[in-house]
């Protein structure tokens, strides 16, 4: 069932504006939303993703909820200037081809720029990894708004699965076959939950899923590897005993990750999208007291740790990003951008 409403009736617009239809697809959940160029959103419709059945049956729902944001914009006399997508990888992100992101088991290989296009013909079509995207939404719409001085900035997805972005001397860092931020194989312990085939990586501790499987390896007769992410997170707003003890390790093993980040790219601001805005110090107190004791002191010194400033928007507001950020997107605003060289 998809779930549709009108943000924000309150904005005015010129007939013939032109505005972006971004696409967040996340293991759990998929957000169709409308947004202008400066990130402001005007029309959302969410639905289920229903991750591990065939793409196909949730393409055409999905063409399906993006035709009627396009429709409902008509009416309002808008017109959109792009189609932009943010969605986890591994993928090839200038082709907009998955390659066989692990919270997307029936999306394996599927060269989804090119059925979008199909499917919009006439619309160009961006896709950019949802880490990447999340950094630069925090960049320029989040913590980064009015920071001239941030060049160095981390964006940890922390959803479903856990990803990053990373904003190095002001511009996006996608490295040589666009995997740059993948750090949810990282294996950070010997053994531990089994995730991306591998025991004791970064997402087997400290994802969605990761914490479901932390939960159930330690609290066997109470969780299962089934249980919804929802019961787990709600026990811990709770604060539930046993469901602290499972944030407390996770925590511990997000600091060890984070510690290496630090160390290597030297940050100035680490944002947290998704469970990190809603788990807050739950997770991140604990993966203080380690980043204090593995990190470099200067390096830990120099790097804040915070939720997302743009909260429960950061999805919608980062699947515009691949389009906003695109030199070429005809009628783009002026944004921070043409000071920090990144279009």
């Known amino acids: 069932m998809a779930f549709a409403y ?8 010129e007939v013939g504006a032109r505005t972006v239809l ?24 969410e639905m289920p993703t229903r ?14 909820n993006l035709k009627s944001l396009m429709s ?17 990888g591994p993928l090839k992100i200038g082709e907009g081809v998955l390659i066989d992101p692990p919270h997307l088991p029936g999306w394996h290989g599927v060269a989804l720029k090119a059925q ?16 990447n995207a999340g950094a630069l939404a925090e960049f320029h719409f989040g913590v980064g708004k009015g920071r001239r001085d941030l060049q160095h900035l ?49 997402e087997s501790f400290a994802s ?29 707003l709770s604060d539930d005993r046993e469901a602290m003890e499972v944030a407390a390790v996770a925590g511990h ?33 604990p993966a203080r007291k380690v980043i204090a004791e593995e990190a470099l002191p200067q390096a830990a010194a120099a790097c804040e740790l915070l939720p997302s400033a743009l909260g429960s928007s950061i999805g919608d507001i980062a699947s515009l990003m691949a389009a906003i950020t695109e030199p070429d997107l005809v009628g783009r605003a002026e944004t921070r951008s043409s000071t920090h060289g990144l279009f």
Do not use: Y
């Open 208 to 236: 969605g899923a990761g914490l479901v499987h932390l939960a159930a390896q330690m609290f066997p007769a109470r969780w299962n590897r089934e249980t919804p992410i929802r019961d787990l997170v709600e026990a811990m």
């Open 253 to 285: 093993w997000m600091g060890r990750g984070l510690a290496l980040l630090i160390d290597a790219l030297n940050p100035q601001i680490i944002v947290f999208g998704s469970l990190g805005v809603v788990l807050g110090e739950r997770i991140l107190g």
């Open 51 to 64: 991750a591990n059945e065939p793409f196909c049956g949730t393409f055409r729902e999905i063409v399906g």
């Open 116 to 131: 979008l296009m199909q499917a919009f013909p006439g619309i160009p079509v961006h896709v950019e990894h949802d880490g």
């Open 154 to 202: 981390i964006f940890l997805t922390f959803g479903t699965g856990i990803g990053a972005g990373f904003i190095v001397n002001g511009r996006i860092l996608r490295g040589a076959s666009d995997t740059a931020g993948e750090i949810g194989h990282w294996r950070l312990a010997e053994d531990g939950p089994l995730a991306f085939g591998k025991r004791g990586c970064w």
């Open 22 to 45: 971004g696409l967040d697809v996340g293991g759990t959940k998929t957000a169709c939303v409308e947004g202008m160029l400066d990130g402001h959103i005007l029309q959302r419709i």
């Open 6 to 13: 009108e943000l924000d009736g309150t904005t005015n617009l």
């Open 72 to 88: 409902a914009a008509s009416l309002q006399g808008r017109s959109i200037a792009a189609i932009s997508v943010s969605i986890g």
